[in-house]
């Protein structure tokens, strides 16, 4: 059973950051790539960034290219999500997914296979 866990979120000025954390279990991670994305009141679940299983290729969406950066440590089967200046638009709960491969529309929350129970990223002075 594919089961993944977010955490990291929480209440953070604008300009400030937060590091997310999706803790995966049931797989290994090195075969899976995994997303981020994030769902804010009223809006469609939006692809954030996303990462391969092996060479880390990476994706981001342009609203938060240069300011958020993905990584993983197969070793803790865990991938993380680096927010640093942080806007009141990133405000969202954001979601890991995980998927059996990577391809460059991975920004789409299409074939995917699990997802997290979602972490809250609040955005405000």
């Known amino acids: 059973q594919l089961q993944l866990v977010e955490s990291g979120g929480g209440l953070v000025r604008p300009g400030g950051s937060l590091r997310l954390s999706c803790s995966v279990s049931g797989f290994t991670l090195d075969y899976y790539a995994i997303g981020w994305f994030r769902q804010a009141p009223g809006k469609e679940r939006e692809g954030v960034s996303c990462i391969s299983s092996s060479r880390g290729t990476t994706n981001y969406a342009d609203s938060v290219k240069g300011r958020f950066a993905i990584s993983r440590d197969n070793a803790k089967n865990t991938v993380y999500l680096q927010m640093n200046s942080l806007k009141p638009e990133d405000t969202a709960v954001y979601y890991c997914?995980?998927?059996?491969?990577?391809?460059?529309?991975?920004?789409?929350?299409?074939?995917?296979?699990?997802w997290g129970q979602g972490t809250q990223v609040t955005v405000s002075s």
């Open positions: 997914g995980v998927r059996v491969s990577y391809a460059s529309t991975c920004l789409l929350p299409n074939n995917y296979l699990s």
